[in-house]
């Protein structure tokens, strides 16, 4: 059986529901346009778009013109809609708006969070009958709108016992206090051989705004440096990514010009020794293989490893359009990078290795011809599973993938990103997932095999029953006492919130202990992207065996001028 799997960039879908006319932003999945920033003063109806995100009228309206959710044929203009909205390239049009800032949108509309470009006003209902033809009757939202283009609203189960309080963890520190940007979000980080750590985060601003990554540096005292823009000669920065390589830390990410789709697409990489001062970036993107003929949106999600042994080699991965597959450039320098050679067939996951010099890779995938085939809920289907493929020679060559979820999960697509991590001194390999359904219910489970292959067992790291949103999870290993170290983002008694497990191997089984929170609650937790609340795809987790300290590097959403916003944290733990 071969597995497809699900490319984070998903290339041309994406760009059939950005919305036309306007920059798309690049950098994950389906990633449309951002929120732009409404009007100061905007109190009802949905704000106009305005300044740098105007859009254009066309050059007649007719004299009724068109309500949220009503029939348009100018995509990415104001065409037949009303004053201040625009037209969605979707079947006969969609007429929409951007929420006021307090969340209103005028009768007949309801603000509604959306996992492609931001809160959008669109047509309320109470059932299919008051949508149009083609347009069904969203029962979670109550809006008329396509599958897939909504997420579902964060489960609302009963109130239940919460994590046990923070005990382990510092304070949350906030990192991005500059306020440089509307909001941030997608931290990376690696350990340095100071035992510093070096932090890149996402800075995002308005829909059409030029973004960029922003950098800081965690110190061993507990102290941190200000938030610093990172230089690059592209306008736009998604996706960063690090590692540290013959003592430096090595970061890549994804750059482009706007457009849609993306133009001038490059991946980036630059090294930096503190954290502070980084090499000029470079593009070590394949363009004869990957970006023929300078093709727009050619490439997404870059992601960059190294294996432990002395003298291994540098490995950039990212997705490829042109190829529809994810690859993998091996540079032994640093500098100069043989021919990207292929790994799986998509790109949305994660990458590790170990000291044994084994490179790991796990990424979503859908088993093709499965009963019931057709359009995947990207919130959870039993079609979905993750795959695994392993490189013994520095990512020159990699195995047929296997399936490495268990039979009859589903694992969501968005706020997923599963994780893979491998001891060698026990022989272990684990991989970490979500797995839910579409509602937006999900588990995190802990998958273990040996690392010579073999049977997979399964275990729940959530201490709370099935109900509640548990995502993004992440996970790094304790080489010394072989523990698991596990956080991620969930939602238990319909309060955001970042929660901690330590895993410990017990033969072929793992035991998870109690869930401990990590941050302060949330202001807001959503399945909202490209808005200032979104949380993220991904957060950071570092372990410093020397000083036996747990550093976690998350996105979590607090008030600002009242509003809630989604902003980067660090915390830290001690560990026995």
Aim: charged share 20%; hydrophobic share 35%.
């Amino acid at each position: 059986m071969t597995a497809r799997v699900e490319r984070r960039g998903a290339g041309r879908a994406r760009r059939a529901l950005a919305l036309a006319g306007l920059a798309t932003l690049g950098g994950c999945p389906d990633r449309g346009p951002a929120q732009p920033t409404p009007p100061p003063g905007t109190a009802t109806g949905s704000a106009p778009v305005t300044g740098s995100s105007a859009v254009a009228p066309s050059a007649s309206v007719p004299a009724t013109p068109a309500p949220v959710g009503g029939a348009c044929s100018a995509p990415g203009a104001q065409g037949e809609c009303t004053a201040g909205h625009l037209c969605l390239p979707m079947p006969g049009g969609y007429c929409t708006g951007f929420c006021a800032p307090d969340g209103s949108c005028g009768d007949g509309a309801r603000c509604t969070p959306t996992v492609r470009a931001g809160e959008l006003c669109l047509a309320a209902c109470t059932s299919d009958a008051d949508c149009r033809p083609g347009y069904g009757c969203d029962p979670a939202w109550q809006v008329c709108m396509l599958p897939g283009f909504i997420g579902p609203k964060p489960p609302a189960c009963a109130p239940g016992p919460r994590p046990k309080p923070r005990t382990s963890f510092s304070m949350a520190q906030l990192l991005s206090k500059g306020r440089t940007s509307r909001y941030s979000f997608e931290p990376a980080a690696t350990l340095l051989p100071s035992g510093e750590v070096a932090v890149v985060y996402t800075a995002m601003n308005g829909m059409l705004d030029d973004n960029g990554l922003e950098t800081t540096v965690l110190h061993t005292d507990g102290s941190f440096d200000a938030p610093r823009p990172f230089a690059s000669p592209k306008k736009r920065h998604f996706d960063p990514w690090l590692t540290t390589w013959n003592g430096k830390a090595v970061l890549v990410w994804l750059g482009h010009d706007g457009g849609s789709p993306d133009q001038n697409v490059a991946i980036g990489m630059a090294t930096s020794a503190d954290g502070v001062t980084w090499s000029a970036p470079v593009d070590v993107l394949d363009t004869k293989q990957d970006c023929p003929d300078a093709m727009r949106g050619c490439a997404d999600k870059p992601m960059v490893a190294t294996s432990g042994k002395k003298g291994a080699p540098l490995v950039v991965f990212y997705y490829s359009e042109a190829t529809e597959g994810l690859r993998a450039r091996v540079s032994a320098d640093g500098a100069t990078f043989a021919p990207s050679v292929p790994v799986a067939e998509g790109g949305y996951g994660h990458v590790s290795a170990d000291a044994a010099g084994t490179l790991r890779l796990v990424a979503g995938a859908q088993q093709p011809g499965a009963p019931g085939d057709g359009r995947v809920d990207r919130f959870g289907d039993k079609r979905t599973f993750v795959a695994l493929t392993e490189s013994t020679d520095g990512g020159a060559s990699w195995s047929k993938p296997e399936r490495a979820s268990a039979e009859g999960d589903a694992v969501p697509f968005y706020f997923s990103n599963p994780q893979v991590l491998s001891d060698p001194q026990r022989k272990r390999v684990y991989v970490l997932y979500p797995t839910g359904t579409p509602d937006g219910a999900w588990d995190i489970v802990l998958a273990s095999r040996p690392t010579t292959g073999g049977a997979w067992s399964f275990t729940r790291v959530n201490d709370d029953a099935h109900c509640a949103s548990h995502m993004k999870p992440s996970a790094v290993l304790d080489p010394v006492m072989g523990g698991v170290h596990i956080v991620w983002t969930e939602n238990r008694g319909a309060i955001g919130r970042v929660v901690y497990a330590a895993c410990t191997p017990y033969g072929d089984k793992v035991r998870c202990g109690k869930n401990e929170q990590v941050s302060d609650d949330f202001a807001a937790y959503s399945f909202v992207r490209h808005a200032r609340t979104w949380l993220g795809e991904y957060d950071a987790l570092v372990f410093d065996s020397a000083r036996r300290a747990l550093h976690v590097v998350y996105t979590a959403t607090a008030l600002e001028d009242g509003k809630p916003t989604a902003r980067v944290y660090w915390t830290t733990a001690k560990t026995d």
